[in-house]
């Protein structure tokens, strides 16, 4: 089993800034694929950014030059540092981790106001 813990989420202002952090624990015995979805109200769930275990990187269009996914393996947490947002951004982030199965964390709320 593999437990995902977020943190980081809050309310800031349109351009401000957030780091989003994901520890994971558990069975991980290697580095892994992990990454970031977010879903906003009546909306789908949409992949905001991803890290290969060999630290390529993916970002959704709407996000890329402004957030920044990277990640210490020794303490098997990922990161988002989330620049200039934008009141759209607004939605629950959740981390995810693929291993012989894909794990979630339990989400963490964002909100941007204009």
């Known amino acids: 089993q593999v437990q995902l813990v977020e943190s980081g989420g809050g309310l800031v202002q349109a351009g401000g800034s957030l780091r989003l952090s994901c520890a994971a624990s558990?069975?991980?015995?290697?580095?892994?694929?992990m990454g970031w979805y977010r879903q906003a109200p009546g909306k789908q769930r949409e992949l905001v950014a991803a890290?290969?275990?060999?630290?390529?990187?993916n970002y959704a269009d709407s996000v890329k030059g402004r957030f920044t996914i990277s990640r210490d393996n020794a303490k098997n947490t990922v990161y988002l540092q989330m620049n200039s947002l934008k009141p759209e951004d607004t939605a629950v982030y959740y981390c995810?981790?693929?291993?012989?199965?894909?794990?979630w964390g339990q989400g963490t709320q964002v909100t941007i106001s204009s």
């Open positions: 995810y981790l693929v291993s012989y199965m894909t794990y």
């Open positions: 558990g069975d991980i015995f290697t580095i892994v694929p």
């Open positions: 890290i290969t275990s060999g630290d390529r990187t």
